[in-house]
């Protein structure tokens, strides 16, 4: 017998974490058209020399750097639970429970969970707190199912970087 929890507790997968480095980020198709809006306004204050230009270029700049530590730190820190399904009879639905978990002491906003077959859910996770997802999915056969492959996504605050994990 090994430790604690026993020679099956080698067996169980361990509760996956969101670290910065499982979370990639890209511009949204706002976030494009907002960068050629700022590369206009740049090109602008270099043209006419304005030096209130140059002052909102880079104020603008630094907000959409904001916005991209802030999109990517949503989702960075959460921890995903999954709790066993309850057995179902082939052609019923089959119902998978994800936890979003936060340790945090900040709230997390407007994460969409997606799965191939299924409509995309939102949920907002509080300071310490988790947040429940159901995902359905049809038994067309007996034995085990294997659950959907998710998709955490997340555009909070502005939706001019898109962040998913």
């Avoid at 077959?117 to 988790?130: F, K, L, M, S």
């Amino acid at each position: 017998m090994q430790g604690s929890g026993g020679p099956w507790r080698s067996y169980l997968p361990v509760r996956p974490w969101l670290g910065a480095h499982r979370v990639h980020i890209r511009p949204s198709r706002a976030g494009l058209a907002f960068g050629a809006l700022l590369l206009a306004l740049w090109i602008a204050a270099v043209n006419f020399q304005l030096g209130l230009g140059y002052a909102l270029t880079c104020f603008v700049a630094a907000c959409a750097i904001v916005d991209m530590l802030f999109a990517s730190r949503n989702l960075a820190g959460l921890s995903l639970a999954a709790t066993p399904g309850i057995p179902v009879f082939a052609g019923d639905s089959a119902v998978f429970t994800l936890r979003l978990i936060n340790r945090s002491a900040r709230s997390r906003h407007a994460i969409s969970l997606a799965t191939p077959h299924a409509e995309v859910q939102q949920a907002d996770v509080t300071a310490h707190g988790e947040s429940i997802l159901v995902i359905t999915v049809a038994a067309t056969r007996r034995g085990w199912l294997q659950a959907p492959s998710l998709h955490l996504s997340s555009s909070f605050p502005l939706g001019l970087f898109y962040a998913w994990c």
